[in-house]
């Protein structure tokens, strides 16, 4: 048991009162079971106590999402502090103010639980009131007199820890509780950190909903729970208008989605899409790699100008009469309206199928005029439809206004030189030009082997033909690995939201990687949100953090070097004579201790050591299996980004570096996963800048 300077130290006084709380816990744990068996008889008998279908099916979706949100982890505590306060009685807390005071005791948790009476049990961790817990201190009380941290193993109460604020007493980074929790080995998917949350995090965590937010964090700052916190904390204050509009979290590959994938359920936010870039612009099957080059230049900014002219181009100017014949009428719309129609559609900015349907519309209204002067009456919705569908009105549009698609306009442009050359003059030499003309192009956009590159090409056509469905709020993780063209996408998306953007300019691997998040922000349409650092690290070791911030002259990038507040953990740098049999010798020694494996090395390598690992009785898995119950995972250096492992071995650096130009970069990251011990294998001589 932990405990305070001030605490009581008659052992029979602290044996009760971790009785006393440890009953706390299972009358909470019993009054959270009692709640989820009423929302199941709700969601049962949802569809009796409806008015009708609509209404049944509305009640029945929101029950399942609450049966969710109320399910109970027992080997995660049910809370993991207490607060004590002093001050005017205001037993509503959730009501209260950050400038009320209140009084009693409060336990802060994961959810809200009350009693048969809708009593307060536990207090949600993003309630008004639970604001203290993070915040509070020695020289800000806050009304706080004992703030309590309590020890857990495996769901079960073991210990508590108590600070008295109001004594002057404040133990900081000195908590054993705290600091046992942040060090806890992890193996699987990762945790949240509510019981963790640092002062400068909860103010991020915080923000208000119309603020967008750009965080710069060094390896082990917590950024990325940071912003998946922010999202949970923001459903939470905001959750009409964001089950409505949703939340999207964009993640930088599918391992990491499935890494970070228990964080928000495990904080009772079941209903929060996860993406990659890659998905959220698949309105095409990938099937080609391009090279380098190519891609860099369809990823480039002046893309998406040179598709809007393309599309500006697709619009003509009208050559004749519509005469339209409708029984013994004849309606004429001469040319002078017909430009006018034009000409105030190309006025309004719409997205260009949008546009189309209004010079439609338009011209329908046109007809409709003439034949109410001449009948005297308002023709029907069934005429206004003949109208519209007759075929001198879609010849005309399919002339000045033809319809198009995105795979169709991209099409075009990559395979008629002249037709890029139209669009592209003054934009791209005709060098670049050249490099973005197929050779031998494909006869249709059906028959077209797609890149990735081009889907991003595609999703940008999209955004200029329709406006696409947008997000609430947007957390985008990793995010200095976007490139321009993906930021837009991203933005399309998010136009009337807020986002929470995280990332680490050090970390960038992508050729266009980011080198100045204000520009970043510009693309993603939020140029004014402040950029905020996170430089002090509690998760990696002080060692680790020192051999990698060695690497940072030589990434060319403006940020801090990162810091770290844990002084233990391991590192091992060594030179070897077999590669393969010294990381089969360096993980049976880190299965020795507690956690997870993580053995990183160059993509062309992975196979050959899960081959060796295997051979050798050791069970591996691979970066996006979280499910397996093997410790240890081989993971290649391109997919590592945002993991986490206890004990890291790094396979050959010379390796990593020499397979892609931003070679540094991707050690960086590689040398950061380790929260526990580093091991880093070679026999090739180190590179240059981490040797120094």
Not at 17 to 43: G, K, P, Y
Request: glycine residues 6%; hydrophobic residues 45%; proline residues 6%.
């Amino acid at each position: 048991m932990t405990l305070a300077a001030h605490t009581s130290n008659d052992p029979a006084d602290l044996d009760d009162e971790l009785t006393s709380e440890r009953a706390h816990l299972e009358s909470s744990r019993a009054a959270l079971r009692r709640m989820r068996e009423r929302a199941e008889a709700l969601f049962s008998t949802g569809d009796k106590v409806a008015g009708d279908s609509y209404t049944a099916e509305q009640l029945g979706r929101h029950m399942a999402r609450r049966v969710k949100e109320l399910a109970d982890d027992p080997t995660t505590p049910l809370f993991f502090g207490r607060l004590n306060f002093g001050g005017t009685d205001r037993r509503n807390s959730d009501d209260a103010g950050p400038d009320d005071e209140v009084v009693g005791v409060y336990h802060v948790g994961r959810r809200h639980v009350t009693d048969e009476l809708g009593e307060p049990m536990v207090i949600d961790w993003r309630a008004p009131v639970s604001r203290s817990f993070y915040r509070a201190s020695a020289r800000d009380p806050q009304g706080v007199t004992v703030r309590r941290r309590f020890g857990f193993s495996t769901g079960a109460l073991t210990s508590f820890e108590d600070e008295h604020l109001d004594r002057g007493e404040e133990l900081g980074t000195a908590s054993r509780i705290l600091t046992a929790e942040i060090e806890r080995p992890r193996v699987g998917p990762m945790r949240d950190i509510v019981a963790t949350i640092q002062p400068e995090q909860d103010e991020l965590v915080r923000a208000d909903l119309a603020d967008s937010i750009c965080v710069q964090g060094a390896p082990g700052t917590g950024k990325t729970a940071v912003g998946l916190h922010r999202a949970a904390y923001l459903l939470y204050l905001h959750r009409e208008r964001l089950n409505r509009s949703g939340v999207l979290i964009v993640g930088p590959n599918r391992a990491f989605l499935s890494y970070i994938a228990a964080v928000l359920p495990a904080l009772g936010e079941v209903e929060v899409q996860q993406s990659t870039v890659e998905d959220l612009v698949a309105r095409v099957p990938v099937r080609a790699v391009e090279d380098v080059a190519t891609a860099t230049l369809k990823h480039d900014v002046r893309m998406a100008e040179v598709l809007r002219r393309a599309l500006e181009i697709q619009i003509g100017e009208p050559t004749e009469p519509i005469m339209v014949s409708d029984g013994s009428f004849r309606w004429r719309i001469g040319l002078e309206p017909l430009h006018r129609v034009l000409e105030e559609t190309r006025r309004e900015g719409l997205p260009y199928g949008v546009g189309r349907e209004r010079v439609r519309a338009r011209v329908v209204s046109l007809l409709q005029r003439q034949s109410e002067a001449r009948r005297a009456e308002s023709p029907s919705d069934a005429w206004l439809r003949r109208m519209a569908k007759s075929r001198p009105v879609t010849t005309f549009l399919d002339t000045v206004w033809p319809a198009v698609t995105p795979e169709g306009l991209v099409h075009t442009l990559l395979a008629d030189p002249a037709a890029l050359a139209a669009a592209a003059d003054g934009l791209l030499t005709e060098a670049e030009q050249a490099q973005l003309t197929w050779a031998k192009p494909p006869r249709t956009a059906k028959a077209t082997r797609w890149t990735a590159a081009d889907a991003v090409l595609i999703d940008e056509a999209a955004g200029l033909i329709e406006r696409p469905a947008g997000f609430g709020h947007v957390v985008i993780d990793e995010a200095q690995d976007l490139s321009p063209m993906q930021c837009r996408a991203i933005a399309r998306r998010s136009e009337h939201a807020s986002i929470t953007l995280l990332g680490d300019l050090a970390q960038g691997t992508a050729p266009w990687a980011a080198t100045d998040w204000h520009e970043t922000l510009a693309h993603l349409g939020k140029p004014n949100a402040v950029v905020v650092p996170l430089t002090v690290g509690f998760r990696v070791p002080a060692a680790v953090v020192a051999l990698a911030n060695r690497l940072l002259p030589a990434l060319a990038v403006n940020v801090p070097p990162a810091e770290s507040l844990r002084r233990d953990g391991g590192l091992d740098v060594r030179t070897v004579t077999d590669l393969t049999e010294a990381t089969v010798a360096e993980v049976r020694a880190a299965l020795t201790h507690d956690g997870s494996v993580g053995v990183i090395a160059a993509d062309d390598a992975v196979e050959q050591l899960r081959a060796a690992l295997a051979d050798a009785g050791v069970e591996t898995a691979t970066a996006d299996d979280v499910s397996t119950a093997a410790r240890v995972t081989v993971v290649p250096a391109t997919l590592v980004k945002g993991l986490e492992y206890d004990h890291v071995v790094v396979v050959e650096p010379a390796a990593i570096v020499a397979a892609e130009p931003r070679g540094l970069h991707r050690l960086y990251v590689v040398l950061t996963r380790a929260v526990s011990r580093l091991a880093v294998l070679h026999r090739d001589p180190l590179p240059a800048a981490l040797a120094g």
